[in-house]
């Protein structure tokens, strides 16, 4: 039997709401016992939904054990809805004070939902306490920082999970890593990403969103940390987790209608940027919060030498020589075929529950703290080389980070 781990939420604001449903969902193997954040409202109002969240959970189970198929069901009904219940009784703490929170409450685990510029001084601060971390994308607003939050994690033994993971705890992702990593479609050289909104700027096209989105001091980076984060993890999953050597990147903003905030926006709303990695794979990744381009396939595509996928569609080369009268070969005539994916006959969890088995066990969460770093050296390195208007190494891209000032900028786009 797990352990059912302790949860303190910490950042009640916009994206909470998904960690108190998260760990709601997994009664036998979390429960949230405090949340945090540096402002009452908010905390208030994420407090009383965990509360009326496993009330409402504890009555539905209760009434759905009687319609229960299987003398199994009915009871895990019945155990689900006595811990969901349990809430009621045990309560929820509230701080405003995480560094508070790690110190007084007997936590497993802390869940950031958090902006990126606090990611990595809370997810250190639970490290050092023996606190598993389960952490909002993007990882962090720079390499270093990443670095420093994974190594943290890794002296103290414990797990780090970041939310992207998402975009891979899928049978089809499962299976497309299986074709690109045996092997099965050749020789995988490259890929690229494309994904594009019309006009999806937080706090300028959507509202309703935290004040830091468009300053990179607090965010990091534009649309590459906000949305191009998701896909690059992903992409970074299905080829394997090759490392990143050098990044060649270019960012654009100027897109209308103008920001008219008062607020910093210096942040990126187009970024191109080109991949290579040590094991010889590049990665070309494309990614817009506001474009003007329609009509162009978007996703994942990696090409290999044997074959491709086109998003989810494998296809495979099945050409053959045609031959003369002798039986000479005279010309190759490729022949591209979609051919189904076979896909593992399991389930798959979700992203909460792989972070909760992974502090259960010696497995790695899907999205852990090894790939957001390389994902966050890519998002980083993209606009610094944008910046320097060239390619840079990983190693450069430590040094430069570095070098800068406090409070740490991210690579803001004059
Ligand atoms: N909003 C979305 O649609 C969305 C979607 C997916 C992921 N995310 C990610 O989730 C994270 C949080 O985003 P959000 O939209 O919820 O932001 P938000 O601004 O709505 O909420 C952040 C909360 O953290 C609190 N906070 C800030 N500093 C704190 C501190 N030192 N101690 C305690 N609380 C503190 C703020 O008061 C606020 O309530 C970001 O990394 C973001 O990229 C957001």
Same mark, same amino acid.
């Given at each position: 039997?797990?352990?059912?781990? &302790?949860? +303190?939420?910490?950042?009640?604001?916009?994206?909470?709401?998904?960690?108190? /449903? +998260?760990?709601?969902?997994?009664?036998?193997?979390?429960?949230?016992?405090?949340?945090?954040?540096?402002?009452? $409202?908010?905390? &208030?109002? !994420?407090?009383?939904?965990?509360?009326?969240?496993?009330?409402? !959970?504890?009555?539905?189970?209760?009434?759905?054990?009687?319609?229960?198929?299987?003398?199994?069901?009915?009871?895990?009904? &019945?155990?689900?809805? $006595?811990?969901? $219940?349990?809430?009621?009784?045990?309560?929820? &703490?509230?701080?405003?004070?995480?560094?508070?929170?790690? !110190?007084?409450?007997?936590?497993?685990?802390?869940?950031?939902?958090?902006?990126?510029?606090?990611?990595?001084?809370?997810?250190?601060?639970?490290?050092?306490?023996?606190?598993?971390?389960?952490?909002?994308?993007?990882?962090?607003?720079?390499?270093?920082?990443?670095?420093?939050?994974?190594? %943290?994690? *890794?002296? %103290?033994?414990?797990?780090?999970?970041?939310?992207?993971?998402?975009?891979?705890?899928?049978?089809?992702?499962?299976?497309?890593?299986?074709?690109?990593?045996?092997?099965?479609? +050749?020789?995988?050289?490259?890929?690229?990403?494309?994904?594009?909104?019309?006009?999806?700027?937080?706090?300028?096209?959507?509202?309703?969103?935290?004040?830091?989105?468009?300053?990179?001091?607090?965010?990091?980076?534009?649309?590459?940390?906000?949305?191009?984060?998701?896909?690059?993890?992903?992409?970074?999953?299905?080829?394997?987790?090759?490392? #990143?050597?050098?990044?060649?990147?270019?960012?654009?903003?100027? @897109?209308?209608?103008?920001?008219?905030?008062?607020?910093?926006? *210096?942040?990126?709303?187009?970024?191109?940027?080109?991949?290579?990695?040590?094991?010889? @794979?590049?990665?070309?990744?494309? /990614?817009?919060?506001?474009?003007?381009?329609?009509?162009?396939?978007?996703?994942?595509?990696?090409?290999?030498?044997?074959?491709?996928?086109?998003?989810?569609?494998?296809?495979?080369?099945?050409?053959?020589?045609?031959?003369?009268?002798?039986?000479?070969?005279?010309?190759?005539?490729?022949?591209?075929?979609?051919?189904?994916?076979?896909?593992?006959?399991?389930?798959?969890? *979700?992203?909460?529950?792989?972070?909760?088995?992974?502090?259960?066990?010696? $497995?790695? #969460?899907?999205?852990?703290?090894?790939?957001?770093?390389?994902?966050?050296?890519?998002?980083?390195?993209?606009?610094?080389?944008?910046?320097? +208007?060239?390619?840079?190494?990983?190693?450069?891209?430590?040094?430069?980070?570095?070098?800068?000032?406090?409070?740490? #900028?991210?690579?803001?786009?004059?």
């Amino acid at each position: 039997m797990s352990k059912r781990i &302790k949860i +303190g939420i910490i950042g009640c604001g916009m994206i909470a709401g998904s960690h108190v /449903n +998260g760990y709601l969902a997994h009664p036998q193997h979390a429960e949230i016992v405090a949340v945090c954040d540096t402002v009452e $409202a908010n905390v &208030k109002r !994420r407090h009383a939904e965990v509360l009326s969240g496993a009330a409402s !959970r504890a009555e539905a189970a209760t009434a759905e054990v009687e319609k229960a198929d299987t003398a199994e069901a009915r009871e895990q009904l &019945k155990a689900d809805a $006595a811990l969901w $219940a349990e809430y009621a009784d045990n309560g929820v &703490k509230i701080y405003s004070d995480y560094n508070e929170m790690i !110190r007084e409450c007997d936590l497993d685990a802390v869940s950031l939902a958090l902006p990126p510029f606090v990611h990595e001084p809370a997810t250190v601060a639970a490290a050092q306490a023996g606190m598993h971390v389960f952490c909002e994308k993007p990882m962090a607003r720079t390499a270093t920082e990443a670095r420093n939050m994974r190594d %943290a994690c *890794d002296a %103290a033994g414990v797990k780090l999970a970041y939310q992207s993971g998402g975009t891979c705890l899928d049978p089809t992702s499962y299976a497309i890593r299986d074709y690109v990593t045996s092997g099965k479609l +050749g020789d995988v050289y490259y890929g690229r990403l494309t994904s594009y909104r019309v006009r999806g700027r937080p706090n300028v096209d959507m509202f309703g969103y935290g004040r830091w989105f468009l300053h990179s001091v607090y965010s990091g980076g534009g649309t590459i940390y906000d949305t191009g984060v998701y896909l690059i993890n992903r992409s970074i999953y299905l080829l394997g987790s090759p490392q #990143p050597a050098t990044i060649s990147g270019i960012a654009y903003r100027g @897109m209308l209608p103008e920001y008219t905030g008062e607020e910093i926006n *210096d942040v990126e709303e187009h970024v191109s940027v080109f991949v290579r990695f040590t094991n010889g @794979m590049s990665f070309t990744y494309e /990614n817009g919060w506001s474009s003007n381009m329609a009509g162009q396939p978007q996703g994942i595509f990696i090409f290999g030498s044997e074959g491709s996928f086109s998003n989810d569609k494998l296809f495979l080369e099945k050409g053959e020589w045609d031959t003369d009268d002798q039986g000479n070969r005279r010309r190759y005539q490729g022949n591209l075929v979609e051919t189904p994916l076979e896909l593992p006959d399991t389930s798959f969890p *979700d992203k909460f529950r792989d972070f909760l088995d992974a502090c259960n066990s010696d $497995a790695q #969460p899907v999205s852990n703290g090894d790939v957001g770093l390389k994902v966050t050296e890519i998002m980083s390195g993209a606009l610094l080389s944008a910046k320097l +208007g060239r390619e840079v190494s990983v190693e450069e891209l430590y040094e430069l980070e570095g070098l800068r000032a406090e409070p740490i #900028p991210g690579w803001h786009i004059p």
